[in-house]
């Protein structure tokens, strides 16, 4: 390629944000001065573009530092990376915590998602001047949430939660929010059930910033276990256990092992899908942010199980304090012998590291994943072949949510059949529960699987004072509505399945008389429309349609809106390129099915 | 199930499966849509172009695997053994139908082949969205991941001012269904100029220059050989457009002449698209073994000279 670049340059700081990342340029044609030797040789090519996958944290750098991304930095960063600018222009237009026109350096991000919403959380045409709408935050434990990022060097990250109106627009005139809530505030449990806990058994109890307390409270056991039992010692306790994703597509994790483990080409790459994005889910945020070295530690012992040497935890960049933890916990156990080289004695190698998100729904799904972390837009890739196989960088690849990771240690050291034996015959094991919206006590619950959303609910401290039942949403956005009628149903794969609704994520949203459901579709097929990565063209236009027509039955229900509708529906479900068009209509049409909300 | 064919100097082996109740023999390789193909099936296609590696974006040759939850892309699945697929059925029908309704209520199709025909065959009818809301000028400047919420009075769509900053093409992205083939032509599978890519998110994406900057501004080297691949008429000469504005294009009345390009020895295929004893436009044939339908600005641009002739 012969790198053309116009004749806008970076200011100083632009400069210095990029080299932060990627160190000082080294010869002319990179944007450094120039020496005589660069009449002779050119360092490009391969070398360069073996760096591509630092565009997103380079990106990152100069939107922390500036607060937006200018054409001069672009064009330094095309000089630095040997990528055309209008591709990198392709990707920082792609995410939406970047931007591409100048803006101040403090952004207020206020969530208008649907649990906020339910919450009395402010709608998109409510938020004060210097604020704008944000896609759920993943805090609607506490709930309503917003999110305040200042640039700068370094740039701050903060997350308020609840946030009034009055706080809202104090924000957008330069307050900073109080340090945030704890941690454990979002596990009601630990208070009175502790004991029983075990996903969330050290939280609140352990320092999530010592390894020392992590350590003394059962850390890198697991690990040690599994080097015991090797590599396929492993895999077949994690098959027999029958442990399935958490992340909403419940693939069994064995199997997924298993095949990875078994691929000849080399390098195998693990990656930790903690780009949780769902709205209404917020467990692995919990997790990553009260217990992240166990995250850490199940990472180790899958890519120790799977042959890999590298990993990555691709993080959502709404998430700071989530970040700043995991981060904390990879550095120590890199200082402490459990990442890097020869971990443990063992002779295994492996790094980790987070890949910062920067706002983007679709990034979740397993191949988006892939295109992110590799500095490409982050737009799923067509299977087959499936990650397994033909994954990030091309080679064979683990993709496991942060929940199903964690899950891992209880069967590693108590063994496969101890886990199976818990749960039902088609959902073994424990579960988190995003339990949000008019309950007493929202949070993450551990349940084992076959308690009812009934018995959830009672576990939440029932129905908020004055609520009464409406409507519950399983599974997110892309799950569905149940009604009163359903609160008997098992909270079980089988079970959702059956009833025609899906266990997703996790996510339990309880609504009450209060909310507007109609609102709560229009915002459901608004955040479908947003957050579409455009590839294809049943979502793309599909997302939009359905929009338009639920703003029109919002008005006025007419049949052939319905039956348009139902059309759309179908179509996205069958003809889409990934997840996100196939589920965005499962919502909405199980509230026109199920709650009757279009009934005329 | 597998025998060994030998076509020309290469071994591929050949894969048997069933299309529509029919068991057919292809090379090991070729997509679901080939081997259509092969057996004279039409299966319509949007975005797949012969000369590029399908995006599979446009979703309109979806057909039915056995075994498969969701309908599969014909463009670039590859056959395997025993592969039952069925091409004409209630779901691959209702699909082609929605994609071509939902396409023609947003892009400009009026130049794409075959859609006026496929729309009858599949009963499309994009206007039953509603009515086209009014052509804009703000698409290049989306805020990613935020829109005005719709209030369903007027159907959105991708109408908007045609780009016209140099002489030699214009770019109309009214007509543009986001195939992806002219990034690609463009950048990593064939010009490597990268002078344009995919911008913005959902409905916003685009395709677009650095900042939205002139082609002039842009990396741009006049190849056109995005114009080659352009299968809607988005991309045009600048010397079709001011004809087809003036009404004078008249594509039934011209002649089609390969020749070799004059320039230079890599000997590139040209066609010359004549009208009244002028060129119009060139274009080169995808199929040629040498360059695959890509030209360079001389042998795509230069051909004025042709046309001085002595008063």
Redesign the interface.
Known sequence: MDLKVNSSVATRDERDAVDSVLGKPTQYTQGGQRFEQDLRVSRAGEALRNLRHMLLPTLHAVNDRIGWISRGSINYIAQQLDIAPAEIYGVASFYALFSTTERTMRQVHVCIDLACRAMGGLREDQLPEGTHPSPCLGTCERAPAVLVIEAGNPARHEVLAPATPVQITALAKGAWPDAEATVVSATPQVATDSKNLVLLGRIGKVDPLSISDYQEHGGFDALRKAMQLGATGVIDEVNASGLVGRGGAAFQTGRKWGAVAGQPAFPHYAICNADESEPGTFKDRVIMEGDPFALVEAMIIASFATGCEQGFIYLRGEYPRAIRNVQNAIDESTKHGFLGANILGSGFNFALSIVRGAGAYICGEETAIFNSIEGYRGEPRNKPPFPVEVGVFGKPTLVNNVETLVNVLSIVKDGGAAYAALGTEGSKGRKLFCLSGAVAKPGVYEVEFGITLRQLIELGGGMRNGSTLQAILLGGAAGGFVGPSDLDLPLTMEATRAAGSSLGSGVVMVLDQSVDMVDQLRRIAAFFRDESCGQCVPCRVGTVRQEEIVSRLAKGVQAQDIELLRELGTVMRDASICGLGQTANSAIDSAINKLKVFAQ | MSTQVTTGLQVRRSVQLTIDDQSVTVAEGETILSACRTMGKEIPTLCYGDTITP??????C?VEVEGSR??V?SC?RKVEPGMVVRTDTE?TD??RK??LE??G??VDLSLTKNVARWNTEYGSEPT???KPAAPTNHRD?A?????H?????S??NVLQPVKIDNELYIRDYSKC??CYQCVDAC?EQWQ??????????????RI????N?DLT???CVYCGNCIQVCPTGALMFTSEHNMRDAGTWKEEEQTQTDTICPYCGVGCALTLHVQDNEIVKVSSPSDHSVTHGNLCIKGRFGFQHVQNRAE
């Open positions: 995006k599979n974006a446009c979703r309109v979806m969701v309908l892309p670039s779901r209702h699909s929605l994609v939902l396409l209520s947003s039953r969205f509603g400047e805020t990613t991941g935020h829109h919420v719709a209030d369903g009075s159907v959105s269904i986001m950048g490597n100029t990268f002078a344009i890519g995919v911008a913005g998110r959902g409905f916003d994406i677009s220059t650095e900042f900057v501004d842009s990396a």
